[in-house]
């Protein structure tokens, strides 16, 4: 068994080594290790070279790529993050962060915000997410209760009331503003930069932060809400707090890069088939495989083609077959 010590400096590692990766690599031009840590002293002042310091290739390292980078993690991070602990919370193994309707709340507040700008993108893709999710959470409560199959079955519901909505949106819209909303529903990164990342940040950290908090907790709701409440735990405001948590890392990561789709389903599952159903390992876990899966899948994006291709269609593609093959070759215990 490995030592957790060596599993967490493990989980490090990885997205720091993709990280240095995806700085060496893109459509414009690619450099060698020598050449990128010589961009890095010189941005740290250790070396001085005017002329290095105010080329191209210094402007696209720390301007495009990096912010890029830094963005791609958090989103990763936060959409397997959020699918954990939903599939934890609802103790079924087919949810994901889209399964309350964020998605489509989203996808319906960006396509709403860009057809009529009477506020930014991401602000209205925010609060249409978070819109949904009360909306569903309205939906499904009955009897000062709410049932965890009666809350997808809304979120289902919800979800496809805002996709009708979208689509007399994308009926209304011009053929300017029709291929913007097509190219934002299938996932944008090729638009980051370091104001999207500091719009992103805060909300995502905070979020992901309380989940690391309360990592320990998840195993208990594993249990049942029984076992739970027979050692202090109030099953339902833990729900609530976690349901919450997971709905605003959400819905920034979609406000901030739109609709990627499949993701928060299939990291959670690699995290168990790697380090087991222990939630206090798979939700670092998640955040490191996650933010470093979604950096290898847009690697591929950007540099595969000499044109972009939209990352949500990447996490189909190879995400799906990845899934499958795990899933076969561990025969993964939907129970767990």
Do not use: C
Request: glycine letters at 8%; a positive charge; zero cysteines.
């Amino acid at each position: 068994m490995v030592k957790s010590t060596t599993t967490i400096s493990l989980l490090i590692l990885l997205p720091v080594l993709l990280g240095f990766v995806s700085l060496m690599i893109g459509s414009s031009q690619n450099i060698d290790m020598g050449e990128l840590f010589h961009h890095i002293a010189l941005e740290l002042g250790i070396s001085k070279d005017e002329v290095t310091l105010q080329g191209s290739l210094h402007t696209i390292l720390w301007q495009v790529r990096l912010p890029r980078i830094v963005l791609t993690f958090l989103v990763g991070a936060s959409l397997a993050s959020a699918g954990g602990v939903l599939q934890a919370v609802f103790r079924n193994p087919i949810v994901d962060p889209f399964t309350l309707g964020i998605s489509s709340g989203s996808a319906f507040g960006a396509a709403l915000a860009i057809l009529f700008p009477v506020m930014a993108v991401n602000i209205s893709a925010f609060i249409f997410g978070v819109v949904a999710v009360v909306i569903t959470y309205l939906v499904s409560y009955a009897g000062a209760k709410t049932s965890i199959v009666s809350m997808v079955l809304a979120g289902m519901i919800v979800s496809g009331v805002f996709t009708a909505f979208l689509t007399v949106l994308q009926y209304l819209s011009d053929p300017y503003k029709l291929q913007a909303i097509v190219q934002w529903t299938m996932g944008n990164l090729h638009t980051a930069s370091w104001q999207k990342v500091h719009t992103a940040v805060f909300p995502i950290l905070i979020g992901l932060t309380v989940i690391i908090v309360l990592r320990w907790k998840l195993n208990l709701l594993a249990l049942g809400d029984h076992e739970a409440m027979a050692v202090g735990v109030n099953p339902r405001v833990l729900k609530l707090i976690l349901m919450a948590v997971a709905t605003m890392i959400t819905a920034s990561s979609v406000a901030a890069v739109g609709v990627i789709s499949l993701f928060g389903l299939i990291v959670p599952h690699i995290s168990r088939m790697i380090f087991g159903p222990n939630n206090s390992i798979t939700v670092w876990a998640n955040i490191s495989i996650g933010g470093a899966f979604l950096l290898l899948i847009d690697d591929f994006s950007r540099t595969v083609m000499p044109f972009e291709i939209p990352i949500g269609v990447f996490t189909m593609i190879i995400g799906a077959p990845i899934f499958i093959y795990l899933m076969r070759r561990n025969a993964i215990n939907w129970n767990s």
